[in-house]
């Protein structure tokens, strides 16, 4: 979206990628939001930087009557803050207008996860001996074994590998570092994949750039497997065993948590094997965790079903 911004909007947008280093898309949806805003006060015969905290209310309140879902509003209302507080603390306004804008609450979803069986199947399934069949199965096991998000783990290089420790170096959100142990499924499909027939068999004859040559998978051209990449395995080789509906990366790492912790894992553990900054994020995964126990329950315990006595 190319709209016409005020001045003010742009330098924000402009501060966000050289400052704060938001991502493309992200930058998509602050634009897409702050047109909204000055579309909806220039038809309003408003100059967004004179719009007061009533206005601003105004604003969002025929987004709420026009059915915009809670999600989308605290998007808004947080695109709103940030170019307010941009404006004051460059000196072109003297005071920020959203200042008690209040953030609708949200509600907790619970992040979905395979069964056990559903993931085991799906692993096993990538059992081909050809290259890219070793690789597919290296990039499912990791992902899986050790709840690192996909982007993680196309960005992996050779030196980010296990040495004898067991230990996988990640870099997470924030270029922040971790380490994370890898299990032996994993390790024997890294493993493979790093053998002759394998990542060898892909290898150029010239390498494009460094980053290539020291990436742990590859695609089809000699080059670092992107993040489009891994997801489109992923789902192909999910369709193949009727999971494409539920499956996602997202799903993976969700899986690994909640089955470690359905298996007793320690929630301080899952939370560093994720790279969560807060145990909070991590305390879903147990409520997860208490669904399935009381399922598995109910299913398989000969007196689980029927009213309780009075």
Known sequence: MNAALTDGAEEYLSWLVVERGRSRNTLVAYRRDLVAWEGWATTTGLDPLRAGPGEIERYLDDLRVGGRSPTSMARTITTLRGLY???????????DPTIDLQSPRLPQRLPKALEEEQAVHLLESVSGTGPFDLRDRALLELLYATGARISEVVGLSLLDLPGEDGLLRVFGKGAKERLVPVGGAARRAVDAWLSPAGR??????RWRSRDDEEAVFLNRRGTRLSRQGAWSVLKQRADRVGLAPVVSPHVLRHSCASHMLAHGADIRIVQELLGHASVTTTQLYTKLSAEHLRRSYDLAHPRAGGPPDG
Request: aromatic share 6%.
């Open 85 to 95: 507080r941009f404006l004051v603390d460059e000196g072109i306004l003297a005071t």
């Open 200 to 205: 060898l068999r892909v290898v150029p004859e």
